[in-house]
């Protein structure tokens, strides 16, 4: 319920708040000198923005809190709620942990910036792992994110459908860096994609041949205390210059995919889902076959070395369901599962191939395509379509 405020400038809001989060804001806001309304005002309007999940925060004996909003405020708030399936005090207590989390106390070390990491992944290989992380890369690139897209997979197939030459054996590269030889900066083997709609925002770290012999290099370097941290260790240096680094994985689950797994897996003061795997799949038997192999490995490692690696998503690519009952059956099965969700469906179309076949970028190529789309949909960057 709203009552105009004296100045006509604000409506007043009958809510809800869990004490401690309220005397929190309360603090924080005297600490910098910003008024109460402000706060909560930026915290609605920035949770808004940002339609990535969050954590639930525990609002059990919420007591009253009436802020004043700006006209029309509360009701976009409210039916955004609506659309996110939370509770308006859930809603505002998660915009005001947000606006606390942006504005540290005076004097306090303020949190590092951390890229978000999609790490596109599955041992089944020919389920469109290269251009799903392609696709998706290029959408947040569109979209106003400087972003970094790792040929992770010595077949090089990324580079190559890019029109990038893969580094010869023997050269500084991806691999030599995570075999602690690099000799020069990564930023240095960095290509800039082209096109209008990247902005030169996009930038591509080409494959190498060594990766072929990745898993035994880590494996028999005595320099290398924790294999899984050597993906980290490599990319590190470049992550203050990008927003997202999106890693195209080998079709394996050895050494090298236990790299890349840990590389995505959840940072300290990290949200949930902004990082984590995104794997690509079939509407087919031996697809849910591996991909039953690869959440067993996920599951291992996390285990093995205390992590938390957040499942993004399922792409159900190359999708036919002209193919009759198999097809149908198994996407049914796939959107079955829930956890993780299936993001989206992406049928077997023309644009895909003729971008490759030309060497270009699909959203380049053929930005108004249902493929194109369907990558936004994945980067949750559909609204920069338009």
Known sequence: MASPYPDGDR???????PSALRQELKVRAAELGINIQDAVTTGITDWQADDSPLAPIDTSGAESFSPWLPPGLYESFKATCTTRGVSYTQGLAQSVRRWLDANPAA??????????????CNQKGGVGKTAVAAGVAQAYAEAGKRVLLVDYDPQGHLSEQLGIEPIPPGLDSLVAHMCAEGKADLRDLLVVIEGE????????????FDGFLLDAKIATNIRIRRREITLEQALEPLEDDF???VIDCPPSLGIAMDAAIYYGRRRKNERPKKSGVLIPVLAEDSSA???????DQIESL???VDIDVDYLGLVVNLYDGRRGYVATSSLEQWQQIGDPPVLAIISDLKEQREAVRKRRALLDYAPQSDQAEAMRKIAGTAKAAS
């Open 107 to 120: 004097g306090a070390q303020p949190l590092a910036r951390i890229p978000e990491r999609k790490v596109v």
């Open 302 to 304: 996390a285990e093995d």
């Open 289 to 295: 076959t591996a991909y039953v192999m690869l959440a």
């Open 197 to 208: 709609r990247f902005g030169g925002r996009l930038h591509v770290l080409p494959a190498c």
């Open 11 to 17: 409506e007043k809001v009958a809510s809800k708040l």
């Open 243 to 245: 927003d997202v680094i």
